[in-house]
């Protein structure tokens, strides 16, 4: 059964930093690329960033871009989201989800996890 | 950044009767557009993928149909479980965008 588990939400104020993890298991880590999807508090859904199956290629979002790092341990079926400089508006819950594509990426996500809550105040 | 707009807002539905959701894009995707479905505190599943292709496990009540700018996701017949919001999502442009949502609720 895939499954993934977000953890490292929590409070945090702004200009902090805060580093969210995502453990896998179930399937092959290695063979897929990873998303951080986020939704604000009863907002709609917004990609943040992505991540190749080796983690040699990422790509984020505009409003994230230059603040955030995406990164993979696949040794430990581990996704990361870095985040500095957080901001106000970085507050929602934040979604792992794989690819469905596995090596070329789809750019659907099949499996997400529960999510983790980042909340950004003073 | 391609913009999508699902309609309508929030749609009213009885349990057995059947639902037609709408999202269009602000420029064509081509087929490359998908459906997820959203119920409080849970995370989206997805339902449909390249307009009319069903993910794994998904019931076949579900159907998507569309291309370029216009997609709809059809619910056949539905069950008291489809009562959720409903997202669609765009892979065709960078960045991939979402629908701002369609709530379906129980009349």
Redesign the interface.
Known sequence: EVQLVESGGGLVQPGGSLRLSCAASGFTFSSYWMHWVRQAPGKGLVWVSRINSDGSSTSYADSVKGRFTISRDNAKNTLYLQMNSLRAEDTAVYYCARDHGGYDSSGYHDYWGQGTLVTVSS | EIVLTQSPATLSLSPGERATLSCRASQSVSS?L?W?Q?KPG?????LI?DASNR??GIPARFSGSGSGTDFTLTISSLEPEDFAVY?C?Q?SN????????TKLEIK
């Not at chain 2, 849970?42 to 997805?46: H, W, Y």
């Not at chain 2, 960078?94 to 949502?101: E, L, M, S, Y």
């Open positions: 490359y998908a997820y959203q849970q995370a989206p599943r997805l993928y993910a794994t997202y999502q892979r960078w960045p991939q965008t979402f629908g701002q949502g």
